[in-house]
T-cell receptor
Framework: AQSVTQLGSHVSVSEGALVLLRCNYSSSVPPYLFWYVQYPNQGLQLLLKYTSAATLVKGINGFEAEFKKSETSFHLTKPSAHMSDAAEYFCAVSVGRGGSQGNLIFGKGTKLSVKP | DAGVIQSPRHEVTEMGQEVTLRCKPISGHNSLFWYRQTMMRGLELLIYFNNNVPIDDSGMPEDRFSAKMPNASFSTLKIQPSEPRDSAVYFC??????????FGNGTRLTVT
């Protein structure tokens, strides 16, 4: 069965600092992995996805994530945090053999705060 | 493209009342998903449809919950009777392989 664990429910960084949000997955089949962002009172928006092509995936707003099979990780990074990055971030894994990118299991989320 | 449209945005009701949440998926998307988000449990998949047919409803918590998709452009999630523990944000999302999920802005349900 597939599952996702996000380490740290709350991360705080200073503006301009590196952002690192951690995600580890468990999957019985080669996974499709996703990062979504949720701003207050809004739905989730896709940041980036890994679908078994390049292991380093670039997304919107300067975020990227690296798929590491040996570590079963898919951590999200951004070199320099901006105030507008403050939001909640969700890692997700697709259910089943990756063909459907809609049936997802989400992590509990990590709330990112950015200090001026 | 208007995105996934959910209504109402907020719903406040009393325990025991029937609640109906509505969703219009993105045109051309053939998969539709209902998720529930709470502080305690995070995001949980309740049910999903493919080509208007329910595929997996194992996440529906109880018989009080039901979902329908009478056509490709409309779905409802009904709770009857509602209970305070149903208070949550309910999201509808749609997709069309190979595209990933697109979420609506959610319905915040409060049951008093």
């Amino acid at each position: 069965a597939q599952s996702v664990t996000q380490l740290g429910s709350h991360v705080s960084v200073s503006e301009g600092a590196l952002v690192l949000l951690r995600c580890n997955y468990s999957s019985s089949v080669p996974p499709y992995l996703f990062w979504y962002v949720q701003y207050p009172n809004q739905g989730l928006q896709l940041l980036l996805k890994y679908t078994s092509a390049a292991t380093l995936v670039k997304g919107i707003n300067g975020f990227e994530a690296e798929f590491k099979k040996s570590e079963t990780s898919f951590h999200l990074t951004k070199p320099s945090a901006h105030m507008s990055d403050a939001a909640e971030y969700f890692c997700a894994v697709s259910v089943g053999r990756g063909g459907s990118q809609g049936n997802l299991i989400f992590g509990k989320g990590t709330k990112l705060s950015v200090k001026p | 493209d208007a995105g996934v449209i959910q209504s109402p945005r907020h719903e406040v009701t009393e325990m025991g009342q029937e609640v109906t949440l509505r969703c219009k998926p993105i045109s051309g998307h053939n998969s539709l998903f209902w998720y529930r988000q709470t502080m305690m449990r995070g995001l949980e998949l309740l049910i999903y449809f493919n080509n208007n047919v329910p595929i997996d409803d194992s996440g529906m918590p109880e018989d009080r919950f039901s979902a329908k998709m009478p056509n490709a452009s409309f779905s409802t999630l009904k709770i009857q009777p509602s209970e305070p523990r149903d208070s949550a944000v309910y999201f509808c999302a749609s997709s069309a392989p190979p595209s990933p999920l697109h979420f609506g802005n959610g319905t915040r349900l409060t049951v008093t």
